[in-house]
């Protein structure tokens, strides 16, 4: 179990690989704090944010925006989440106590993924781009994330190999509770995923009990909706 503000292997490594100036310490502090006001309660989340370098992960011509609290392209229709609503699933994810085993649905630039690396022993991520694959396998690697393992396919069908996960957590918008993936739950295991409704997009938490799942609805998001295939 992790301690409150303890990092795992993964933490210590960006740590020491992040490759940040003083500004972007800075600006780290800056959207820490910023997080913490918006209502980011969970410490170890706040200090992970403060030590992973967000603007490698964006497009250089973007790094002046990378820690606006902002969601921003990465290419290929798709978008690198906004650092609150990063913070708020995994915070969500981890509340019970900790993870030992994430599998993550939609890695895109791959920066949920090095905060995910940073909390918990080993990251499962699966991308259908085949180019976002590609190049968040390449930045993770430099920022020496070792204990996160990437794949490219369709997420939706899980990753059975490596289950049960003791917490999932997806990326992309689902117009229903993927059933595989919750299949691949283990007991007392959280999934949390952004699902479309009627009334727009809201962030769930399920959680395995003994007799099923538990639902808790937090609040409204806007993500990129979760699709089939691979491209
Ligand atoms: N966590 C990422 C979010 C990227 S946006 C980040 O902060 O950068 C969502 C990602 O989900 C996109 O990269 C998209 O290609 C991917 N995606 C959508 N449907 C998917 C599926 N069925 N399987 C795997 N990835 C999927």
């Given at each position: 179990m992790a301690g409150?503000?303890?990092?795992?292997a993964g933490g210590a490594a960006l740590e020491a690989a992040g490759g940040s100036g003083a500004g972007q310490v800075r600006a780290r502090l800056r959207l820490a704090t910023r997080l913490a006001a918006a209502g980011i309660a969970d410490e170890r989340v706040i200090?992970?944010?403060t030590q992973v370098p967000r603007h490698l992960f964006v497009d250089e011509a973007l790094a002046t925006h990378a820690y606006d609290d902002s969601a921003l392209p990465i290419g290929h229709g798709q978008?690198?989440?906004?650092p609150y609503t990063v913070a708020r699933m995994t915070a969500a994810l981890l509340a019970q106590g900790s993870c030992s085993t994430v599998l993550e649905i939609g890695t895109g630039?791959?920066?949920q993924t090095a905060v995910l690396a940073a909390l918990v022993r080993r990251v499962y991520s699966i991308e259908r781009v085949a180019a976002l694959w590609h190049r968040a396998e390449a930045r993770l690697r430099s920022l020496r994330c070792r204990n996160?393992?990437?794949r490219h396919g369709d997420g939706s069908?899980?990753?059975q190999e490596y289950a049960p996960f003791d917490g999932i957590l997806i990326t992309a918008a689902a117009n229903g509770v993927p059933r595989r993936l919750a299949a691949q739950l283990g007991p007392g295991g959280r999934m949390v995923l952004p699902l479309s409704t009627a009334d727009g997009q809201v962030l769930v938490c399920l959680t395995r009990t003994k007799v099923g799942f538990r639902h808790e609805v937090l609040e409204p998001v806007t993500f990129v909706p979760l699709l089939g295939g691979v491209a």
């Open positions: 409150r503000a303890a990092l795992s200090g992970v944010v978008t690198i989440s906004q630039s791959g920066y996160v393992r990437l069908v899980g990753w």
